[in-house]
């Protein structure tokens, strides 16, 4: 069965410094999310793209985050000035359709700011 | 955007009991997933299951689509079934509740 891949696993990093996570959607799917969740919490929805654009962000992507899907099967979140707040599980997800399909979600990474 | 409340919280459950975990939606959702996180933090899809019934071993859900609530069921508990389950649904994007702990003790 098809897979979403993300990498890297794990990852730590210092405060105030640029992370790039990286994602391989299912390669027919046309809709990619990334969600976070912070340990011990629940998993919370952080943007939606479609046609090499945002079509839906959270409160929480705020401007230290961005998206991109810098080829045809790449699918990527940077996070530009990381906060110690910004540790978590982050994972990407992605769809066939928009309604009326499952989410498939990748195994995660896990950032660490120290 | 949609509510979405589990319960209960936490379980514990000897081995070989049967539980059953509960979802209840704030409004209607065209989109429904249960999913088990394992303890290094993978989501695991277990269903996809906007209405009806589904069974994949000792797993069922069901999900009552007009009254707004899905039920997992886990038959013959297993020590292996310990984790977090999530339920999540969406009208726009998929919300998650704040999961199930479940430990099944040996």
């Known amino acids: 069965e098809p897979e979403v891949t993300q990498t890297p696993s794990h990852q730590v990093t210092q405060m105030g410094q640029e992370v790039i996570l990286r994602c391989v959607p299912i390669?027919?799917?046309?809709?990619f999310y990334w969600y976070r969740q912070i340990l011990g919490q629940k998993v919370e929805f952080l943007v939606s793209?479609?046609?090499?654009?945002?079509?839906?962000k959270s409160e929480i992507f705020d401007d230290q985050f961005s998206v991109e899907r810098p080829d045809g099967s790449n699918f990527t979140l940077k996070i530009r000035s990381t906060k110690l707040e910004d540790s978590a599980m982050y994972f990407c997800a992605s769809s066939d359709r928009l309604n009326n399909s499952p989410l498939h979600f990748g195994n995660g990474t896990r950032l660490t700011v120290t | 955007g949609i509510q979405v409340e589990q319960s209960p919280p936490d379980l514990i459950l000897q081995e070989g009991a049967n539980s059953t975990l509960r979802c209840n939606f704030s409004?209607?959702?065209?989109?429904l997933q249960w999913f088990h996180q394992n303890p290094w933090g993978q989501l695991i899809n277990l269903f996809y299951i906007p209405s009806g019934t589904k069974q994949n071993g000792r797993l069922s859900a069901t999900t009552v689509a007009t009254e707004r609530y899905s039920l997992l069921y886990i038959s013959s508990s297993q020590t292996t079934d310990s984790g977090v389950y999530f339920c999540a649904g969406s009208a726009r994007q998929l919300t998650f509740g704040s999961g199930t702990q479940l430990t099944v003790l040996p």
């Open positions: 390669s027919n799917h046309l809709y």
């Open positions: 793209f479609y046609n090499n654009e945002i079509s839906e």
């Open positions: 409004d209607s959702v065209n989109n």
